[in-house]
C-alpha cells in the first residue's frame, strides 16, 4: 500500500483527509465518528462569539450532485460548542478548530480555546469579514499575535483580489485552505415560483461537485504564487478528486458536501481510495504526486 502520511506545519496527518467546517462536524459525536472512520485529522464547524440566526430551510439539493445552503456559522453559544470540543481530549488524530469573523472575536475565541482545549490548529473563516484585503489582514493579524499554534486562513473562491490577498497574508498565516463555499448562487422549483431556502430572495452557497472544477482552479493558481500549504475544499466526492488536487498542489484535502450525503464514512473511503489510486498507477508515496499538475505547467 502506498504511504499517506505528511507533515504539516509540524504536525503528524496519517492521511490527507479531512472534514471541512460544515454541519457535518457540528457536534463531538460527529467529530469523533469522522475520527474513527478514517479521517486524517478533525475539523469542526465553524462558531463565533454570537450564535448564528438561519432562516429556514438553510439547505437543498441542487444540479449535478451540488447542494445550495444559506447556513452561516453554529447556531449555538461558543460556551456549549466549547462543551462539545472538550470530549475530544481523547481523539488520536490532529484537531482543527474553525472560528469567525472579527479580530475581536479571532482573538477571545483563539486564546479560550487554546488554554482550555488546545487545538493543533486553528482556521479562521473569510466569508463575512467585509469586502477588502485590509479587514481580512487585520483578523489574520489579530489570530496570530494571539495563538502559538499554527494559523489557518480559509479562503472564498467570489473574493475578487484573492491572489493579492494570500500574497499579504503569507507572511501572517501557516497555510491557506481553499476553497468555501460559493455564493450567491440560485436555483428553485419553477412550478412553485418561489424559494425553496429561506433566504431573502433564496439566494445561497453553492458546494459539492459544481464547485470542484473552481475550487481546483484556484487551488493550482495560489500554489504558483505562494509557498505556504495550501489545504484543497470543493466539490471532493472520490479518492480521485483528491488526487486532482494534490497534483495541482495542495497538501490536504477537506470534504463537507459527500460527508453530509453518506455520513462520516467518506472520509476513510475518499482516503482509501486515494491509496488504490496511488497503487494502480505506480506510486509508492502521496508526496511523488504533490504538485505534480503544476510543475508540469
Given at each position: ?276 489510486w496511488l497503487d494502480e498507477n505506480g506510486f509508492a508515496d502521496i508526496g511523488e504526486i504533490k504538485g505534480k499538475y503544476t510543475i508540469n505547467l
Amino acid at each position: 500500500m502506498a504511504e499517506l502520511h505528511s507533515i504539516i506545519n509540524g504536525i503528524n496527518f496519517k492521511n490527507p483527509v479531512m472534514p471541512a467546517a460544515g454541519p457535518n462536524v457540528k457536534t463531538a459525536a460527529l467529530m469523533l465518528s469522522a475520527a474513527e472512520l478514517g479521517a486524517g485529522a478533525v475539523v469542526s464547524k465553524t462558531f463565533s462569539t454570537v450564535p448564528a440566526s438561519d432562516p429556514r430551510p438553510t439547505i437543498k439539493k441542487t444540479v449535478a450532485g451540488g447542494l445550495l445552503n444559506c447556513e452561516t456559522w453554529l447556531e449555538d453559544s461558543y460556551e456549549n460548542f466549547f462543551d462539545e470540543l472538550r470530549q475530544l481530549s481523547a481523539l488520536d488524530v490532529p484537531l482543527i478548530v474553525s472560528i469567525g469573523y472579527s479580530p475581536e472575536d479571532v482573538k477571545l475565541l483563539g486564546r479560550l480555546l487554546e488554554e482550555e482545549i488546545k487545538p493543533d490548529v486553528i482556521e479562521f473563516s473569510t466569508h463575512y469579514t467585509g469586502h477588502g484585503i485590509g479587514p481580512l489582514i487585520e483578523v489574520a493579524e489579530s489570530l496570530k499575535s494571539t495563538v502559538s499554534v499554527p494559523v489557518w486562513m480559509k479562503v472564498s473562491p467570489g473574493f475578487p483580489l484573492l491572489e493579492e490577498l494570500v500574497k499579504e497574508a503569507e507572511p501572517i498565516v501557516d497555510a491557506f485552505v481553499a476553497v468555501n463555499s460559493f455564493g450567491p448562487a440560485l436555483d428553485f422549483d419553477p412550478v412553485k415560483c418561489r424559494p425553496s431556502l429561506g433566504s431573502a430572495w433564496g439566494q445561497g452557497w453553492l458546494s459539492g461537485p459544481p464547485l470542484m472544477p473552481i475550487a481546483l482552479g484556484i487551488v493550482c493558481s495560489l500554489s504558483r504564487i505562494v509557498r505556504k500549504p495550501i489545504i484543497g475544499v470543493g466539490g471532493i466526492t472520490t479518492g480521485e478528486d483528491a488526487v486532482k488536487f494534490i497534483m495541482a498542489g495542495a497538501s490536504l484535502v477537506q470534504v463537507c458536501t459527500a460527508a453530509i450525503k453518506e455520513g462520516p464514512s467518506a472520509y476513510g473511503r475518499i482516503a482509501g481510495e486515494i491509496n488504490s489510486w496511488l497503487d494502480e498507477n505506480g506510486f509508492a508515496d502521496i508526496g511523488e504526486i504533490k504538485g505534480k499538475y503544476t510543475i508540469n505547467l
